[in-house]
């Protein structure tokens, strides 16, 4: 059996929190319609495929870069890492992995990438919804702590009560530093 792995990752935008990724490996049974880019999908409608997609899984993993690494690394490099990361955390290592984008990590076994990939390739489909559902609990959960930026609504997200909560807060440890809008605030 030839396995395969999909990796995507949830996060880069936001000015605050981690990048999370992570990647999946499906049995060759694996059918579960609706499978397509997190991000064309309602928050409902992701979170009860997270728990099929779990259920189903041959297994799955995570990998996150915090804060601190994007800054050192910057956001691209950060993301590599933390693919990387979930690949290897794969309690099975799979003999291929696809990711989804325009590069791939430095990885140990074949890697393609797929532009697109999270809506035309099930394991990529897969690993964007429960990377997305894993990123948007963390930051409601943290949200608790921090309540005037909102994170539980546009998880870490540049929107306008997060920026007017940046002006008059300030800066938390979970914010990017080297994120322009958190830098000019520095």
Same mark, same amino acid.
């Given at each position: 059996?030839?396995?395969?792995?999909?990796?995507?990752?949830?996060?880069?935008?936001?000015?605050?929190?981690?990048?999370?990724?992570?990647?999946?490996?499906?049995?060759?049974?694996?059918?579960?319609?609706?499978?397509?880019?997190?991000?064309?999908? %309602?928050? !409902?409608?992701? +979170? /009860?495929?997270? *728990?099929?997609?779990?259920?189903? &899984?041959?297994?799955? #993993?995570?990998?996150? =870069?915090?804060?601190?690494?994007?800054?050192?690394?910057?956001?691209?490099?950060?993301?590599?890492?933390?693919?990387?990361?979930?690949?290897?955390?794969?309690?099975?290592?799979?003999?291929?992995?696809?990711?989804?984008?325009?590069?791939?990590?430095?990885?140990?076994?074949?890697?393609?990438?797929?532009?697109?990939?999270?809506?035309?390739?099930?394991?990529? %489909?897969? !690993?964007?919804? +429960? /990377?997305?559902? *894993?990123?948007?609990?963390?930051? &409601?959960?943290?949200? #608790?702590?921090?309540? =005037?930026?909102?994170?539980?609504?546009?998880?870490?997200?540049?929107?306008?009560?997060?920026?007017?909560?940046?002006?008059?807060?300030?800066?938390?440890?979970?914010?990017?530093?080297?994120?322009?809008?958190?830098?000019?605030?520095?």
């Amino acid at each position: 059996m030839n396995l395969i792995a999909g990796v995507d990752e949830v996060g880069r935008g936001p000015l605050a929190g981690p990048v999370v990724t992570a990647a999946v490996v499906l049995p060759s049974s694996f059918n579960l319609p609706g499978l397509t880019d997190s991000k064309k999908l %309602s928050k !409902a409608r992701r +979170i /009860a495929l997270d *728990a099929l997609i779990k259920e189903q &899984a041959l297994c799955y #993993a995570f990998g996150e =870069a915090s804060c601190a690494e994007i800054d050192a690394l910057n956001i691209l490099q950060a993301t590599m890492l933390a693919m990387r990361r979930a690949v290897l955390a794969l309690e099975v290592q799979p003999h291929a992995v696809k990711v989804d984008g325009n590069r791939v990590p430095d990885l140990p076994m074949q890697a393609a990438a797929i532009v697109g990939g999270d809506g035309k390739v099930a394991e990529i %489909s897969a !690993a964007s919804i +429960i /990377a997305k559902v *894993a990123r948007d609990t963390y930051m &409601a959960e943290l949200s #608790a702590s921090f309540p =005037a930026y909102g994170w539980e609504q546009n998880s870490g997200y540049p929107t306008r009560q997060h920026l007017a909560a940046l002006s008059e807060f300030g800066v938390t440890e979970h914010h990017r530093k080297s994120f322009a809008p958190v830098a000019k605030l520095l």
